[in-house]
C-alpha cells in the first residue's frame, strides 16, 4: 500500500492510543487490513462526537483497506455503559431497527459500498449476539474473563464506589459482547483491528485478548482523543443541545453555524480532524487565516468542508448563502428563493400581517411584530434603516403583490443584523 492510514491518522491527531503501533504500521504497509468501528444505535441519529471515527473508516477505505461499520443491533440493545455514570434505558428491537435505517444512510456519506475488493460493509451485530445462548456465551465467551479484569475497568469501579449509582449485570456483561464481536470479526471477516472512542480503550483490549485465547490470533486496536474546545467544553455540545447529523434534528444552515464559530484556537485541529484536506492546504489556509484573522478564513473553510460531507454541496452552499445574509446583510431580491426564503424563515422572527396592512410598510411592520409601534416603524423607516428583501424603504415606499415572495412572504431586515419575516394571514 502507497499510503499508511496509521501514519495518516496520527499526522492528523485522530489517534490517542495504539495497541502495537509498529506491527499495525508493518500490517497496513503489507497487506490490505480490515477494520472496524461498532455504532450502537441508540438515537435516530448519529452527532457530530462520531465524526472522527467517521473519518478513521474513511480514511483506511481511501489508503486502500476495508472498513466495517458495525451497527450495534445487538449490544444496543445492552447499552454501553463506558463513561455512563448511571443505568441506560433499554431500547426495544423495534427502536434498534428503526434507528439503523437513519445511520446507515449517514454511513454511506463517508463510505464506499461498491468499489471492489475494499468495498465497506455494514453489519449488524444482532445477526451473531441474538443466536447466542447463554449457555454457549457463558462457555466458550465468559470463562476467559476474571471478575477481578471487569472490575478494574474504570467505568465500573466508578460505579460501584458510588453508593448513589449502581451498574447491573446487564451493563458489567457489555465488555464481553464487544469483545465476541471483535472475535466474530477476526475469524469470520479477517478483521484485525478494532477502532473506536478513548473511553474504549478497556473493551478493544478486552476483544484483542479474547481473539489470543480463543482464535489464536493477534489483532490491534486505536482510539481517537475525547475532543474539547479551547474553553473546556466537550465537543458536539452547543446550548442548543447536541449537534446531529441528521438534517430534521440540526438543519444544515444550524450545522453550518457550529463549524464557522469556531475558536481560532481549535480550528486548525478541527482541519485536520475534520476534512479530507491535505495537511499542505491546511497550513495554507492557516497562513491565510493568521494574515486577516477577522475574515475567519479558515472557519468558513471548515464549515463548507464539513457540512458538504455530512449534507452535500447544494445544502452547504444554500447554508454558506444564508449566512452570509444573516451576518453580512447586504443582498438581491433574487437571492431569496423558495428554498433560501426556507432555510431564513426557520432562522429568524416571524410575524403575520392582514390583508388591510398593506400597502403601508409601517402598518405591516407594526401588526407581525417587528416593531413594537406604527412611531417605531416610521422611524426607523425615516432613518434608512428598514430593507425590504434587500432594498432599502423610505417614507414614501408602499408594499405591492410584486413584493409578496412566493406571494405571500417579505423578509426584512431592521439595522444591521435585525432581521424579521411576516407573512400575509
Known amino acids: 500500500m502507497s499510503v499508511n492510514p496509521l501514519a495518516i491518522m496520527m499526522e492528523r491527531g485522530c489517534v490517542e492510543w495504539c495497541s502495537h503501533p509498529e506491527e499495525l504500521r508493518f500490517l497496513f504497509d503489507n497487506e490490505m487490513v480490515t477494520g472496524y468501528i461498532g455504532f450502537d444505535p441508540t438515537a435516530d441519529s448519529l452527532h457530530v462526537g462520531h465524526l472522527i ?6 480514511w483506511m477505505q481511501r489508503s486502500g483497506h476495508r472498513p466495517i461499520a458495525i451497527a450495534g443491533g445487538g449490544t444496543g440493545l445492552i447499552g454501553d455503559p463506558s463513561g455512563k455514570s448511571k443505568e441506560r434505558n433499554l431500547l426495544t428491537l423495534e427502536q434498534v431497527d428503526l434507528n439503523l435505517v437513519t445511520v446507515r444512510g449517514q454511513l454511506e456519506r463517508f463510505l464506499d459500498f461498491d468499489c471492489g475488493s475494499n468495498s465497506a460493509l455494514i453489519i449488524n451485530n444482532y445477526d451473531w449476539l441474538g443466536k447466542q445462548s447463554l449457555i ?13 479484569y471487569m472490575v478494574a475497568r474504570e467505568y465500573v469501579k466508578t460505579r460501584l464506589d458510588d453508593p448513589e449509582k449502581s451498574i447491573s449485570y446487564t451493563e458489567f456483561s457489555y465488555m464481553l459482547l464487544q469483545a465476541f464481536d471483535f472475535c ?8 484485525k483491528l478494532q477502532m473506536g472512542g478513548n473511553d474504549q480503550q478497556g473493551n478493544i483490549i478486552a476483544g484483542i485478548d479474547l481473539i489470543r485465547k480463543k482464535a489464536g490470533g493477534q489483532a490491534y486496536g486505536t482510539t481517537y482523543p475525547l475532543l474539547l474546545s479551547a474553553s473546556g467544553q466537550k465537543f458536539g455540545k452547543t446550548e442548543g443541545g447536541t449537534v446531529w447529523l441528521a438534517p430534521e434534528r440540526t438543519s444544515p444552515y444550524r450545522f453550518y453555524q457550529f463549524w464557522i464559530n469556531s475558536d481560532d484556537r481549535d480550528v486548525e485541529k478541527l482541519l485536520k480532524l475534520f476534512t479530507f484536506l491535505s495537511l499542505e492546504e491546511v497550513q495554507d489556509i492557516m497562513d491565510s487565516h493568521m494574515a486577516a484573522p477577522q475574515h475567519r478564513e479558515a472557519q468558513r473553510r ?3 468542508e464539513v457540512t458538504s460531507t455530512v449534507h452535500g454541496k447544494d445544502a452547504a452552499k444554500s447554508a454558506e448563502r444564508a449566512s452570509a445574509i444573516l451576518f453580512g446583510g447586504s443582498f438581491e431580491p433574487s437571492d431569496l428563493t423558495p428554498e433560501m426564503l426556507s432555510i431564513l424563515m426557520s432562522e429568524v422572527p416571524t410575524g403575520i400581517f392582514g390583508e388591510k396592512d398593506l400597502p403601508s410598510p409601517v402598518d405591516i411592520l407594526s401588526a407581525c411584530g417587528a416593531c413594537a409601534s406604527k412611531s417605531e416603524a416610521r422611524r426607523l423607516i425615516q432613518g434608512g434603516g428598514v430593507y425590504l428583501n434587500g432594498k432599502r424603504l423610505d417614507q414614501d415606499s408602499q408594499v405591492g403583490s410584486a413584493d409578496l ?18 407573512t400575509r394571514a
Open 53 to 58: 471515527p467517521l473519518m478513521g473508516l474513511s
Open 136 to 148: 454457549e456465551f457463558l462457555r466458550d465467551t465468559g470463562k476467559h474473563f476474571s471478575v477481578n
Open 184 to 191: 466474530h470479526l477476526f475469524e469470520n471477516f479477517d478483521c
Open 302 to 304: 471548515l464549515a463548507m
Open 405 to 422: 415572495l412566493e406571494g405571500k412572504h417579505i423578509f426584512f431586515r431592521l439595522g444591521k443584523k435585525r432581521f424579521f419575516a411576516a
